[in-house]
């Protein structure tokens, strides 16, 4: 661990705070920065404008409003997708980018097993204003803070800071905010069921307001100043790793390969995957044999952060 920095009453911190991953308690006056490797080095990405940047150029071979169905096997060696809109895509690979509920990997990957935890999150964002400034712990504004409770709650807060506005690369514009994530047991939100996933913005602002209502008044405060456009109600799934499987032309990267437990991580893991499949799509190198390369590696790459998040996730922020 690294510093522990102490706050005056109010909920300040006298100290400057430093850019990186820190964590505190639910009444904010310590704030522990966790020492990370030498070579380590953390960004905050905009997921939205993210995407924007990788679909240029693409608009012509990119298709929404279909879901995926199935996907079969043809002699010739390649695949074809069935969607649900009663339409077909054929190609020579099938990714499947598509999260911890991967329908692409149920398919693939029948027997392989998924934990559900007895958790859930809430999703949000809050206009960086100069309210919205005064109300955000200074370790959240440089970098990323864990606010983590003695009874299974956290509170997950890192500030959006856009070094210049996308709109000056004809994206549409963007202004600064607070990404938060609110986890709980289910029984602190008080829908233990599928209906948890079908309630309004309004309802799960309050929810996750109230998940807070007895920690610092700041923080309930900066979550009722969320966009309710943006808000957004998860579960938290885990997953053992499986015996390897005999290639084919459709893979996973992401949390369709491996769910993991929500420390700030998978991100970045979806990152390197995708990076490292395109690394091995060579031309001179057999399709199958390029997707096994990659699997293997993506498997030992995948399954080390899964371990990673499900150590931090369970309180140990060591390493």
Same mark, same amino acid.
């Given at each position: 661990?690294?510093?522990?920095?102490?706050?005056?009453?109010?909920?300040?911190?006298?100290?400057?705070?430093?850019?990186?991953?820190?964590?505190?308690?639910?009444?904010?006056?310590?704030?522990?920065?966790?020492?990370?490797?030498?070579?380590?080095?953390?960004?905050?990405?905009?997921?939205?404008?993210?995407?924007?940047?990788?679909?240029?150029?693409?608009?012509?071979?990119?298709?929404?409003?279909?879901?995926?169905?199935?996907?079969?096997?043809?002699?010739?060696?390649?695949?074809?997708?069935?969607?649900?809109?009663?339409?077909?895509?054929?190609?020579?690979?099938?990714?499947?980018?598509?999260?911890?509920?991967?329908?692409?990997?149920?398919?693939?990957?029948?027997?392989?097993?998924?934990?559900?935890?007895?958790?859930?999150?809430?999703?949000?964002?809050?206009?960086?204003?100069?309210?919205?400034?005064?109300?955000?712990?200074?370790?959240?504004?440089?970098?990323?803070?864990?606010?983590?409770?003695?009874?299974?709650?956290?509170?997950?807060?890192?500030? $959006?800071?856009?070094?210049?506005?996308?709109?000056?690369?004809?994206?549409?514009?963007?202004?600064?905010?607070?990404?938060?994530?609110?986890?709980?047991?289910?029984?602190?939100?008080?829908?233990?069921?599928?209906?948890?996933?079908?309630?309004?913005?309004?309802?799960?602002?309050?929810?996750?307001?109230?998940?807070?209502?007895?920690?610092?008044?700041?923080?309930?405060?900066?979550?009722?100043?969320?966009?309710?456009?943006?808000?957004?109600?998860?579960?938290? $799934?885990?997953?053992?790793?499986?015996?390897?499987?005999?290639?084919?032309?459709?893979?996973?990267?992401?949390?369709?390969?491996?769910?993991?437990?929500?420390?700030?991580?998978?991100?970045?893991?979806?990152?390197?995957?995708?990076?490292?499949?395109?690394?091995?799509?060579?031309?001179?190198?057999?399709?199958?044999?390029?997707?096994?390369?990659?699997?293997?590696?993506?498997?030992?790459?995948?399954?080390?952060?899964?371990?990673?998040?499900?150590?931090?996730?369970?309180?140990?922020?060591?390493?």
């Amino acid at each position: 661990m690294g510093a522990v920095h102490q706050q005056s009453e109010g909920g300040r911190i006298a100290c400057a705070a430093t850019a990186g991953v820190s964590m505190t308690g639910p009444d904010l006056w310590e704030v522990t920065e966790i020492e990370l490797p030498p070579d380590a080095a953390g960004i905050t990405v905009d997921r939205l404008t993210l995407r924007r940047i990788m679909l240029r150029g693409l608009a012509g071979a990119t298709r929404f409003g279909a879901g995926f169905a199935r996907y079969e096997l043809p002699a010739d060696g390649t695949v074809r997708v069935l969607l649900t809109d009663g339409t077909t895509a054929e190609g020579d690979l099938l990714v499947a980018a598509d999260g911890a509920g991967s329908a692409v990997r149920r398919q693939l990957l029948p027997d392989f097993r998924v934990t559900v935890r007895d958790s859930r999150i809430i999703y949000g964002r809050t206009p960086l204003t100069d309210p919205v400034r005064r109300l955000t712990p200074p370790a959240a504004l440089a970098g990323f803070l864990g606010v983590i409770g003695p009874d299974g709650r956290q509170l997950a807060l890192a500030a $959006q800071h856009f070094r210049r506005d996308p709109a000056e690369f004809g994206l549409p514009p963007a202004a600064d905010y607070v990404m938060w994530g609110m986890t709980a047991p289910t029984a602190v939100f008080g829908h233990p069921g599928p209906e948890f996933f079908r309630l309004g913005a309004a309802e799960l602002l309050a929810l996750a307001e109230r998940a807070v209502a007895d920690w610092h008044p700041s923080l309930g405060a900066l979550i009722r100043l969320g966009e309710p456009g943006y808000v957004v109600p998860a579960g938290i $799934q885990t997953s053992e790793r499986p015996e390897p499987w005999p290639p084919v032309p459709v893979t996973l990267v992401g949390d369709a390969a491996h769910p993991m437990d929500p420390v700030g991580i998978s991100a970045g893991v979806a990152l390197h995957e995708a990076g490292l499949l395109a690394s091995r799509l060579l031309p001179d190198v057999p399709l199958l044999d390029a997707v096994r390369s990659y699997e293997t590696e993506m498997l030992d790459h995948g399954f080390a952060a899964v371990a990673t998040a499900t150590r931090h996730h369970g309180g140990d922020r060591s390493g």
